[in-house]
């Protein structure tokens, strides 16, 4: 049994930014992987995409990642472009890739299934079923609230989001995502509705404002760890989940667990591409950095 395994498309992402043009591997299992590669943990990607994009497994596999292809006709294939402001993007899907199915996971065995649909169809509701009876669930809720038109990415709700949700051990969501979700503005009181639909830690990242964690009707306010520079943005929520999980499986408590996500993504932001550190990297950028904690949120959870 694995420790950690994630499930997700790998995907061919075209990259703008005020600074320039890049073309890279990408998705939340890519990001996930690459983040996990150096850490004590048994870990497992199950993947698919295109023959012509083998490639980027070909080089995960020669750093140590374990991954399991499954056949796609397709690569899902990205286009993000970032504004000067890193905590906002745009998306155009150029081309998709075939879904998850039950029987092809049918002998997955691990503790924690993190999932990483990138768009809504990827992950099927049958399939949630199926992993929650055999480990904890972690979610990214926000391939569940594109819908693409015309290769254009709108947010739309997730329509089996309250029946889904009972299966969900862990859900992250950006602010913005949550707000979909909920219809609330109000992080607390989002946080507080995703958690009575059954989810048991509700995790908030708020880009460069942080993140919260709420769970046993108890909010942790988790910093921000302010960057040397901020290069890419490009998989830092998924960075931060890598460090989150990573550290629960360790028996971290949400706090720290939470914090040395955020110190994991910090890191990330500093350069283009996956983050590829060490834990002791991570807790040495965590003690030489500035801290941001959200004040506005400390206040309404006191």
């Known amino acids: 049994m694995y420790d950690i395994c994630c499930i997700g498309h790998i995907t061919l992402d075209k990259v703008v930014t005020t600074k320039g043009e890049k073309h890279m591997a990408g998705g939340t299992s890519f990001y996930f992987s690459n983040a ?11 993947t698919a995409l295109g023959a012509n994009e083998m490639h980027f497994v070909k080089d995960m596999r020669a750093r140590g990642i374990t991954i399991n292809v499954l056949p796609s006709s397709y690569t899902v294939y ?3 472009i970032y504004s000067y402001n890193l905590d906002h993007r745009t998306q155009r899907v150029l081309q998709s ?3 998850f199915t039950v029987e092809q996971l049918q002998n997955a065995d691990a503790a924690i299934f993190h999932l990483g649909p990138l768009l809504a169809n990827d992950i099927p ?15 990214d809720a926000q391939g569940y609230l594109r819908e693409v038109n015309k290769q254009n990415v709108c947010a739309v709700d997730w329509a089996d989001k309250k029946e889904a949700l009972q299966y969900i051990e862990i859900l992250k969501a950006s602010e913005n995502e949550m707000e979909v979700l909920t219809g609330c503005k109000d992080v607390c009181r989002g946080a507080k509705m995703l958690s009575e639909w059954g989810v048991k830690e509700v995790v908030i990242t708020l880009g460069s404002q942080g993140s ?9 306010n988790i910093p921000a760890y302010i ?17 989150y999980l990573y550290q629960r499986i360790k ?49 309404q959870t006191e």
């Open 212 to 220: 919260i964690i709420y769970a046993n009707n108890i909010f942790y």
């Open 251 to 299: 028996g971290a408590s949400l706090q720290a667990a939470g914090e040395f996500g955020a110190g994991m993504a910090s890191l990330k932001i500093e350069s283009s591409g996956p983050f590829t550190g060490t834990k002791e990297e991570v807790i040495a950028h965590m003690a030489n950095s500035k801290k941001y904690f959200n004040i506005k949120i400390k206040i």
């Open 227 to 243: 960057p040397a520079a901020e290069v890419d943005a490009t998989g830092c929520g998924d960075t931060y989940m890598a460090g």
């Open 36 to 46: 996990l590669q150096n850490m004590d943990v048994h870990y497992c990607l199950i």
């Open 78 to 80: 990205f286009e993000n």
């Open 125 to 139: 509701l049958v399939l949630i079923k199926a992993l929650a009876k055999k480990g904890k669930v972690s979610l």
């Open 97 to 99: 890739a075939d879904s």
